[in-house]
């Protein structure tokens, strides 16, 4: 199976969790108006445990992308922030009975972080340039917080 990438816009990945971004005018100005802040971007939520913030390097890929595992966080959500300015690829999937559904991939504009809501089916992080660094905010705590499955036969991502 094929599957196209999407023009990541919060609207379309609403389903899968939230877009943060500085598109438009801030909702407020601090620092003596030098600074808009773009308040309240994600819906992090997270069963037991606490949020923490980590920093994760990852091999940069490239397009077609063969995505062969999908995994998911049940007792928290996970918000992915690049500390560069390169697009990196982002694919979900539904829940169909503990099971992932039809995939979607969705490509970022370089300038965009994501949050996966607890619980949704994602892709591995995926740069798709070096050095694939981001910091990451997720759920620090006791118990099992990783589902993983793998995809037989993989489905292929490319670009429209």
Known sequence: MDIT???LTAEAFAPFGDVLSAEGA???LINAGKCGRYHD???LSFFEGRAGVSIFKAE???LPYECDLLERHPHGSQCFIPMSEHPFLIIVAPDLGDRPGSPRAFLTNGAQAINFHRG???GV???LAGPGLFAVVDRIGDGK???EVRI???FRVRTS
Request: glycine share 0%; charged share 20%; net charge negative.
């Open 5 to 7: 990438t999407e023009p």
């Open 26 to 28: 801030p909702d407020r």
């Open 41 to 43: 971007r994600a819906a």
């Open 60 to 62: 940069p890929h490239s």
């Open 120 to 122: 949704i089916w994602h």
């Open 125 to 127: 992080l995926t740069p």
């Open 145 to 147: 917080n990783l589902e």
């Open 152 to 154: 037989a036969p993989p």
